[in-house]
DNA sequence: AAATATCTGTTGGTTTTCCAACAAAGGAAG
DNA sequence: CTTCCTTTGTTGGAAAACCAACAGATATTT
């Protein structure tokens, strides 16, 4: 229990919220716990879901695969961060997507049932947990909207920069890791994998970055990369 | 007053709130109206806004022109909906996109720092509201969640059938108009217009469609379509 | 009604992506 | 170390999108 209200403190479900308060939200909403392993399946799609997760250690990703065989990532989430949230305030409550392990991971899930159903009750956090709910569900229509405007990009390298662009301010520098592959990274820009790597080789010929496997650096930071 | 609660009706945000609570409620939040004329801007990007927007009649475009100049249509909101909304609850302040109106249309102005504020009292409706508020924003992202499935697509075909499958589903009958000329769809699908035109006719002429300005009829209606 | 502006479909030429195939590099397992 | 498997970069041909230009249709203005 130490360690998961330890492991809470990045989750924003939970902010201005004490860990004794926490503590004693976590019992009254029943959560689980579950361990998964790479690439192991969290959700499937088309599943109906009576909870979201937290994921506590590692990271999942939220992956779609459309009618024509092309996989899309739809998102990563990390530490804290929360998967499957929408459909506990909304009508529909089937996944539209199948949420995976990237690598071995640890969440937390909570029935949307018992969230919702403490607004009945007089609990003295229930406000703030649903406001906090609200605070998140708003960020991700953000983050969706930015998402959508990387994949409305018209070309492979536009998309890419954007791509890179956004990591590097993410990361706080010009130069960063990224924890996709080649091929993750062209289903989540909507491109074809040998076509970006051709572009990837194309820009760094061209002086407008340095890479090395999945190290990248972003030369001539004056130019706004379409952003 | 009278018009306006009748309008409103088409509002989830009021859902489950009486008539007469939601006349209290409009002077409690003290809303404002505004009238505009067809392509005026209500929003322009950058802004800062203290306040979300509600349609009462007509229709309004969120749109985004990026670096390149491509413009991106990414919703159209109709009466009832909501616009701007998102940032009344999260940090992020500035609209990354700017709301312009699709014909003459009215709107409800309601600032957010009222509605969050209203927490803190003992209003008996407030709870409804903020409830109300968390599915329409869940449902947004339910509806983002599309979209970037449809701009995802690889080819002009896949995205118009995607989008004409999905109007087809909307309108609940395999023939149907939509309120978008080429350019503004073509912005919607983040294609090139001409391109779209020439597919529009081959798809007519292959049989899978019927078209006639804008009023489109689906055939083959065994086929998935993708979806 | 005539003139003007906007919207739509069509058509070449150009660029880009997509696809398939393959080879080199790297990791994991035996 | 060797073998197997996955990942990555490269390349050439096919397909598709992009762009610009134009003409016919439709709407708007004078």
């Known amino acids: 229990m130490e360690k998961l209200i330890y ?5 924003e479900l939970f902010g201005e919220i004490s860990e004794g308060e926490t503590e004693s939200l976590l019992i009254c909403l029943e959560v689980s716990k579950k361990s ?19 994921v506590l250690s590692g990271q999942v990703q939220v992956k ?6 092309n996989r899309n990532i739809l998102a990563m989430i990390g530490e804290g961060g929360l998967f499957g949230e929408t459909f506990a305030f909304s009508k529909q409550k089937t996944l539209p997507f199948s949420v995976s392990c990237a690598n071995d991971c640890e969440a937390l899930f909570v029935d949307h049932h018992k969230l919702a159903s403490m607004c ?9 947990l649903i406001l906090n709910m609200l605070g998140i569900i708003a960020d991700k229509n953000i983050f969706l909207n930015e998402r959508l405007e990387l994949v409305a990009k018209r070309t492979t390298k536009e998309k890419l920069l954007a791509f890179l662009y956004a990591e590097s301010k993410r990361a706080g520098s010009s130069c960063f890791a990224i924890n996709l592959n080649r091929q993750e990274l062209a289903d989540y820009l909507s491109v ?5 790597s051709a572009e990837i080789s194309k820009l760094r010929n061209e002086g407008i970055i340095k890479s090395d496997k999945n190290n990248f650096c972003l030369l001539k930071k004056s130019e706004p990369f379409g952003l």
């Open 7 to 11: 492991q809470l403190r990045k989750c």
């Open 120 to 128: 009945a009750k007089a609990c003295p956090y229930h406000n703030t």
């Open 36 to 54: 998964f392993e790479k690439k192991q399946i969290v959700f499937a799609e088309g599943e109906r879901s009576d909870s979201f997760g937290i």
């Open 64 to 69: 779609k695969i459309d009618f024509y065989g």
């Open 192 to 196: 074809e994998r040998s076509a970006m």
